[in-house]
């Protein structure tokens, strides 16, 4: 970090414009999670001006509400903040690391939430999202373990309207951690696996939506894949093929789930 942070491109706010000129149908623009762009900061040692992370993140914030300021006004009405950051904790080995660096889950996760919640609440007229992950590069992964460790704590006091949830694989754990979600919030169920190109069967996808409907009413689950096909620029190793036949699947339990 050599100097202080300020908005000089807002590349979301390009690629949606794109996206939207090209479709009568809604475009969802994505960011990072405030916290995420944190992790990728060295502050000890670097020349500019922050004398501490919180320093750095608030600057992280305005940027990101100067973002979906110009997103909304452009006629973006859905935006999703991607933030693999949180499973940091539900991984035994990434947890253990970041405890020994000083790091305790309760305050790193208050420090995470609170920055996503400024930027989500600084806009009422979109919906929010956020998608929790374990890492998506070239079909592999980075962290395993379920939600149960940080369910209460970013469940009740994210302020996002949806949580995209990756549930394709037993890495991600059981539903009940889905039993701290609030009643206005959706739940969009990743059940689809980006990473490999074997498609799901419809029948297994509908009995763990039933699964999860336990925890969650079924009017406010929804389907979604576990997490983007081609997260990073190279991908995963799948064909185009396998996404289209993924989709047309997700599409096809969709309508026989909800109609």
């Keep these: 970090v050599t100097e202080r942070l300020r908005l000089l491109r807002n590349r979301p706010l390009q690629e949606f414009r794109f996206a939207y000129s090209l479709t009568s149908l809604p475009v969802k623009a994505t960011l990072l999670s405030g916290d995420l762009v944190l992790r990728d900061c060295l502050i000890a040692g670097s020349l500019g001006p922050y004398d501490s992370a919180g320093e750095l ?32 904790w539900v991984d035994d ?10 790091e305790s889950q309760e305050q790193s996760l208050t ?21 929790l ?14 939600y149960e460790r940080i369910a209460e704590q970013a469940f009740t006091t994210l302020a996002h309207d949806r949580f995209l949830l990756e549930y394709d694989s037993e890495r991600s754990g059981a539903f009940e951690p889905l039993r701290f979600v609030p009643a206005d919030k959706v739940v969009v169920l990743g059940l689809i ?67």
């Design 193 to 259: 696996s980006s990473k490999s190109p074997v498609l799901e069967s419809a029948d297994d996808l509908k009995r763990r939506i039933g699964e999860a409907a336990r925890y969650v009413p079924l009017e406010r689950l929804a389907l979604s894949p576990q997490c983007g096909f081609a997260s990073t620029i190279r991908g995963n190793v799948l064909s185009q093929e396998d996404q289209w036949r993924k989709l047309e699947l997700m599409l096809e339990v969709a309508r026989d789930v909800w109609g």
């Design 133 to 146: 992950c374990r890492g998506n590069r070239q079909s592999t992964w980075h962290r395993r373990g379920g």
């Design 93 to 102: 080995s990434a947890r253990a690391q970041a405890e020994a660096h000083g």
């Design 57 to 88: 993140l608030e600057d992280v914030v305005a940027v990101q509400r100067q973002m979906l300021s110009e997103l909304v006004h452009a006629g973006c009405r859905y935006v999703q903040v991607d933030a693999p950051n949180y499973t940091l």
């Design 111 to 131: 420090r995470a939430i609170d920055a996503d919640n400024a930027v989500a609440l600084s806009v009422d007229t979109v919906t929010t999202g956020i998608h």
